[in-house]
């Protein structure tokens, strides 16, 4: 099993960025590839970003494709999500996620194994 805990969440205005970290626990890191997802209120988790056991291949939602960028450091047992260019419609939290599979990287909530308990971004306009 493997523990997850998201930090760098905040209140941001439109346009800043932010950088939203996930420390992973427990089990060898690079067994995982890692996703990110958000949740605003009311709304599904929707999948914003993957990343390969080594870091080598990232997939990322046509929405965020852009503005932002999923990095891993296995040194560190930590992946990143860097958002730029933040928008009202960021407003959300954030959800990382640890996926054991094998094949393609994974878009779909349910196909990830662990999560964390999530950061709240929320921008203002």
């Known amino acids: 099993q493997v523990q997850l805990v998201e930090s760098g969440g905040g209140l941001v205005q439109a346009g800043g960025s932010l950088r939203l970290s996930c420390a992973a626990s427990g089990r060898t890191f690079t067994n995982y590839y890692m996703g990110w997802f958000r949740q605003a209120l009311g709304k599904e988790r929707e999948f914003l970003a993957a990343?390969?056991?080594?870091?080598?291949?990232?997939d990322y939602a046509d929405s965020v494709k852009g503005r932002f960028t999923i990095s891993r450091d296995n040194a560190k047992n930590t992946v990143y999500l860097q958002i730029n260019s933040l928008k009202p419609e960021d407003t959300a939290v954030y959800y990382c996620?640890?996926?054991?599979?094998?094949?393609?990287?994974?878009?779909?909530?349910?196909?990830?194994?662990?999560w964390g308990q999530g950061t709240q971004v929320t921008v203002s306009s």
């Open positions: 996620a640890a996926d054991l599979g094998f094949g393609v990287l994974k878009r779909g909530f349910n196909e990830y194994d662990y």
């Open positions: 990343i390969s056991r080594n870091g080598g291949i990232a």
